[in-house]
Nanobody, 115 residues
Framework: QVQLVESGGGLVQPGGSLRLSCAAS????????LAWYRQAPGKQRELVARITSGGSTNYADSVKGRFTISRDNAKNTVYLQMSSLKPEDTAVYYC?????????WGQGTQVTVSS
């Protein structure tokens, strides 16, 4: 069983930065793809960024050049560095671990971008 625990959310002004972290339990972290999703009120959950076990990354067009996903297999942790934040980035951000047919989710962390 895998458990994912996100941290690092909060309130930030437009143009500011935040770094989200997601710590995972279990032994499959290093061989799994990891991703960050977000869900704003009244909207569907959407993929923000993904990183494969080999380190390849992809991003939603809306965050390219502003967000960076990274992973530390020694710490079983995936990060999302967010810069130049905009009000439209406001959402609950969820960590996801994808291994074979299994998908695991964290509980989510709120990010609010507002002046």
């Amino acid at each position: 069983q895998v458990q994912l625990v996100e941290s690092g959310g909060g309130l930030v002004q437009p143009g500011g930065s935040l770094r989200l972290s997601c710590a995972a339990s279990g032994s499959i972290f290093s061989i799994s793809a990891l991703a960050w999703y977000r869900q704003a009120p009244g909207k569907q959950r959407e993929l923000v960024a993904r990183i494969t076990s080999g380190g390849s990354t992809n991003y939603a067009d809306s965050v390219k050049g502003r967000f960076t996903i990274s992973r530390d297999n020694a710490k079983n942790t995936v990060y999302l560095q967010m810069s130049s934040l905009k009000p439209e980035d406001t959402a609950v951000y969820y960590c996801n671990l994808d291994y074979l047919l299994y998908k695991y989710w964290g509980q989510g962390t709120q990010v609010t971008v507002s002046s």
